[in-house]
Every structure is written in structure tokens, then in C-alpha cells.
T-cell receptor, first 115, second 113 residues
């Protein structure tokens, strides 16, 4: 099976702009989670989508949003970019069988630089 | 407050010896624990996991031990190889917040030939 794919791999934006990142999960996986990795804060959970619905949300401002499509592909959007949004954004997918804890598999990430 | 802690930022071991990476957690609701390996500018690669109903899980050179009473888990790599050099992250989740992994800050492992 192909792994989790993320596009684009690298992105440079300026403050105030908005950005959309895309994630295609492993075939058959229904849950997609997004994480932000920065040197200071480490890996932090943004949100998780399952069946086109946001099921869990981390502690990030409303400028960070996401959505999931019927084919389980997901996008995340960051509006009004700030310098501190520069980070590696990671997407992970899992089968998400009800009531069972399952492993999340990560994509390669999108490196966002805000100037 | 950090719910998952990896207190050793770095660890250096000799090739062929055992590497032991440690992780502590505070949230008693966590019931699933994972270890990931990560290289710079890449996504984490899953290594091994353990459910809270077990105290040990083994996969090849990797063994994870869970001590629920101490809220502690460890990853053993035997024998260590230079290719194991990377940052290792411990992560935990609770079933009621499925999809949300809480990560430690990571331990950088260096395996010297």
C-alpha cells in the first residue's frame, strides 16, 4: 500500500497570507490527524477528522482549520499567517475501527516557512 | 504541564550494546503507547506499540516494557546498530480521545561504530 502523502513538501509564505496543506491517507484509512512540530514545542496535536467530521481538536487558535472529504483526503488551512507558524506540519492516518486503539502512520510532512 | 516526558534529551551507545530509552506519563487515562523514530525533516516512523493490558511487547530487536503502577515505559533496542541513530519519540493516547497522540519531546540516540 502507498503511504501517507502530503503536498506540498515545502512552502514559503509571508505574514498575513493564508495557506492550505493537503494530505492523502493510506488507502482504507478513515481517520486523519494533523500535528505541528516546532523546535520549542515539539509535536503538538492540531485536530483529527473521521468521516468528514472533526472528532478531536487540540489547543490551537481558530486560524487553524481543516476539513476531510468523502474519500478521506484532508486539508488544513492556516489563515493570517504569523512568524510563529513556521513549522513542520505532519499528517497521520489510521484505520480507526470503532472502540479500538490503532497506530497512526505519518506522512513526510510539509515544511512551512513564514517570512 | 507535560503529560508525556522523556527526560533524557540524548543517549549515546556503542554498536552491538543495548539502548534503553525511557518515557514517563502522568495521565492515567492513557491506554495505548507508541514509539516512533524520526529523522530531521521527515515524518515519524512507527516502531512498536503496547496496549495498557500488556506489560511487554516485542518485535525483532525492539522491545517495549510498560509499568502502569509507575506510569513508565521503556524501549529496548538490542543489539544497537549505527542505522538506529535518530530521534525517538514516545507517544500516548486515550481511547476516548482517539486520534490524538500526546508526544514526549524526544531522545536523540547516537549509536557509535
Amino acid at each position: 500500500k502507498a503511504g501517507v502523502t502530503q503536498t506540498p513538501r515545502y512552502l514559503i509564505k509571508t505574514r498575513g497570507q493564508q495557506v492550505t496543506l493537503s494530505c492523502s491517507p493510506i488507502s482504507g484509512h478513515r481517520s486523519v490527524s494533523w500535528y505541528q512540530q516546532t523546535p520549542g514545542q515539539g509535536l503538538q496535536f492540531l485536530f483529527e477528522y473521521f468521516s468528514e467530521t472533526q472528532r478531536n481538536k487540540g489547543n490551537f487558535p481558530g486560524r487553524f482549520s481543516g476539513r476531510q472529504f468523502s474519500n478521506s483526503r484532508s486539508e488544513m488551512n492556516v489563515s493570517t499567517l504569523e512568524l510563529g507558524d513556521s513549522a513542520l506540519y505532519l499528517c497521520a492516518s489510521s484505520p480507526s475501527t470503532s472502540g479500538v486503539q490503532e497506530t497512526q502512520y505519518f506522512g513526510p510532512g510539509t515544511r512551512l516557512l513564514v517570512l | 504541564d507535560q503529560q508525556v516526558k522523556q527526560n533524557s534529551p540524548s543517549l549515546s551507545v556503542q554498536e552491538g550494546r543495548i539502548s534503553i530509552l525511557n518515557c514517563d506519563y502522568t495521565n492515567s487515562m492513557f491506554d495505548y503507547f507508541l514509539w516512533y523514530k524520526k529523522y530531521p525533516a521527515e515524518g515519524p516512523t512507527f516502531l512498536i506499540s503496547i496496549s495498557s493490558i500488556k506489560d511487554k511487547n516485542e518485535d525483532g530487536r525492539f522491545t517495549v516494557f510498560l509499568n502502569k503502577s509507575a506510569k513508565h515505559l521503556s524501549l529496548h533496542i538490542v543489539p544497537s546498530q549505527p542505522g538506529d541513530s535518530a530521534v525517538y519519540f514516545c507517544a500516548a493516547s486515550a481511547l476516548r480521545s482517539q486520534g490524538n497522540l500526546i508526544f514526549g519531546k524526544g531522545t536523540k540516540l547516537s549509536v557509535k561504530p
